[in-house]
């Protein structure tokens, strides 16, 4: 018996150090993943911050024929390096829009160059000595200084850093994720539910349902070629528009609904529906009055998830055309648009070292648009779900 108890003990401890072993690896994985976290937060923080200011010199504009024609003269000749050529540029437009300025001096911050932005904000110097004593003496005397950056969510993309921004993107974004929830959620849901509800358990609807649980896992980058091949090439929707990027975000999102919805209908209790039957009420009038409005949080849920992975989404729509340089926000979803991720995509690409910042600043745009969705989903959920 002693000899059977000690065996019996030191198999006990023997799991006993198992268990403890599994717990700090587990608690290991864990904190290597938190630590992950911190440093790519912290990473694109420190990067991406200092794009929230744009460096700003204080110098007399002068608006006249001339400087319309040539807008570097409407600036004293020892500013025009520092001056951003995009706000030079503007200059024709200013004057178009208020006649009254043409005969004028005006005194005004306007945009530096990118080379000064980056100077002020110590990341590096290519100014020239003589360049660089000016911008100390005009930052001495208060004329050059770093401002809050607006043009970061006003302005639309550019070849000149210091004027480019986030707009153009930000509104091609919403214009593909409403048409993606437009097409995919009324589809996904109405398919899940007949799948669910109605469909007989036969071989065909196995093969339909083994195809969705396939299409979940594709590579979502042959949803690009496929919307490249139906929408643009068979359908003839616009190149590089929010309605092709759309439609192909759809096709990639409706298996994630479908799973989703049908997930949210089986964890309906079955008395539920044999209540409905009891009471006289038909197959549809029971899915419609009672089923549905009790799966309705998880529907939700399983498409604001969705929604937030094709925010995230660059490989599809690269190849449906929408990476293309789009300074104007589209007034259409017919019009040229690009998405966030392809704007970052495109400005990490840029040689430029001030496109560094904003690549940064685009990522926590980014994150903070797919966070949102995914903490509105969790917030639904809780606040609609009812337990059994």
């Given at each position: 018996?002693?000899?059977?108890?000690?065996?019996?003990?030191?198999?006990?401890?023997?799991?006993?150090?198992?268990?403890?072993?599994?717990?700090?690896?587990?608690?290991?994985?864990?904190?290597?993943?938190?630590?992950?976290?911190?440093?790519?937060?912290?990473?694109?923080?420190?990067?991406?911050?200092?794009?929230?200011?744009?460096a700003?010199?204080?110098?007399?504009?002068?608006?006249?024929?001339?400087?319309?024609?040539?807008?570097p003269?409407?600036?004293?000749?020892?500013?025009?390096?520092?001056?951003?050529r995009?706000?030079?540029?503007?200059?024709?437009?200013?004057v178009?829009?208020?006649?009254?300025?043409?005969?004028?001096?005006?005194?005004?911050?306007?945009?530096?160059?990118?080379?000064?932005?980056?100077?002020?904000?110590?990341?590096?110097?290519?100014?020239?000595?003589?360049?660089?004593?000016l911008?100390?003496?005009?930052?001495a005397?208060?004329?050059?200084?770093?401002?809050?950056?607006?043009?970061?969510?006003?302005?639309?993309?550019?070849?000149?850093?210091?004027?480019?921004?986030?707009?153009?993107?930000?509104?091609?974004?919403?214009?593909?994720?409403?048409?993606?929830?437009?097409?995919?959620?009324?589809?996904?849901?109405?398919?899940?539910?007949?799948?669910?509800?109605?469909?007989?358990?036969?071989?065909?609807?196995?093969?339909i349902?083994?195809?969705?649980?396939?299409?979940?896992?594709?590579?979502?980058?042959?949803?690009?070629?496929?919307?490249l091949?139906?929408?643009i090439?068979?359908?003839?929707?616009?190149?590089?528009?929010?309605?092709?990027?759309?439609?192909?975000?759809?096709?990639?999102?409706?298996?994630?609904?479908?799973?989703?919805?049908?997930?949210?209908?089986?964890?309906?209790?079955d008395?539920?529906?044999?209540?409905?039957?009891?009471?006289?009420?038909?197959?549809?009038?029971?899915?419609?009055?009672?089923?549905?409005?009790?799966?309705?949080?998880?529907?939700?849920?399983?498409?604001?998830?969705?929604?937030?992975?094709?925010?995230?989404e660059?490989?599809?729509?690269?190849?449906?055309?929408?990476?293309?340089?789009?300074?104007?926000?589209?007034?259409?979803?017919?019009?040229?648009?690009?998405?966030?991720?392809?704007?970052?995509?495109?400005?990490?690409?840029?040689?430029?070292?001030?496109?560094?910042?904003?690549?940064?600043?685009?990522?926590?745009?980014?994150?903070?648009?797919?966070?949102?969705?995914?903490?509105?989903a969790?917030?639904?959920?809780?606040?609609?779900?009812?337990?059994?």
């Amino acid at each position: 018996m002693n000899s059977d108890s000690d065996t019996y003990q030191k198999r006990l401890h023997k799991r006993y150090r198992q268990a403890a072993r599994f717990r700090i690896y587990a608690a290991g994985a864990l904190a290597l993943a938190v630590a992950f976290l911190i440093f790519f937060f912290y990473d694109m923080i420190s990067k991406g911050y200092s794009a929230a200011l744009q460096a700003h010199i204080q110098a007399d504009v002068s608006y006249s024929e001339r400087s319309v024609e040539i807008p570097p003269l409407a600036v004293d000749e020892e500013l025009r390096d520092l001056v951003s050529r995009g706000f030079l540029r503007m200059i024709p437009r200013e004057v178009k829009d208020n006649p009254e300025l043409m005969g004028t001096t005006q005194t005004r911050w306007v945009v530096a160059d990118d080379a000064v932005d980056q100077y002020l904000k110590g990341h590096y110097n290519k100014l020239s000595d003589a360049e660089t004593a000016l911008v100390d003496r005009m930052k001495a005397q208060g004329r050059a200084e770093l401002k809050l950056n607006t043009g970061l969510f006003t302005r639309g993309d550019s070849k000149m850093p210091e004027i480019a921004g986030l707009y153009s993107a930000l509104v091609g974004s919403m214009y593909v994720l409403l048409l993606t929830l437009l097409f995919a959620f009324p589809i996904g849901v109405m398919t899940a539910i007949y799948l669910e509800e109605f469909a007989p358990d036969n071989r065909f609807t196995q093969i339909i349902e083994i195809n969705i649980n396939n299409l979940a896992a594709v590579p979502s980058i042959l949803f690009g070629l496929l919307g490249l091949a139906i929408f643009i090439n068979f359908f003839g929707v616009p190149r590089s528009s929010a309605l092709v990027g759309g439609l192909t975000l759809a096709l990639m999102t409706l298996p994630i609904i479908i799973i989703s919805t049908r997930a949210a209908l089986r964890a309906v209790p079955d008395s539920i529906r044999e209540g409905a039957f009891g009471v006289g009420a038909s197959r549809w009038q029971t899915v419609r009055d009672h089923v549905l409005p009790l799966a309705l949080p998880g529907i939700l849920t399983g498409t604001i998830i969705g929604l937030a992975q094709a925010a995230g989404e660059t490989a599809p729509l690269l190849i449906v055309g929408m990476i293309a340089f789009i300074p104007d926000a589209p007034s259409g979803v017919t019009e040229a648009a690009t998405v966030l991720p392809a704007q970052i995509f495109t400005w990490a690409g840029m040689p430029e070292r001030a496109y560094v910042e904003r690549t940064a600043a685009g990522i926590l745009v980014l994150l903070a648009v797919i966070l949102t969705l995914n903490g509105t989903a969790l917030y639904l959920r809780k606040r609609l779900e009812r337990r059994w």
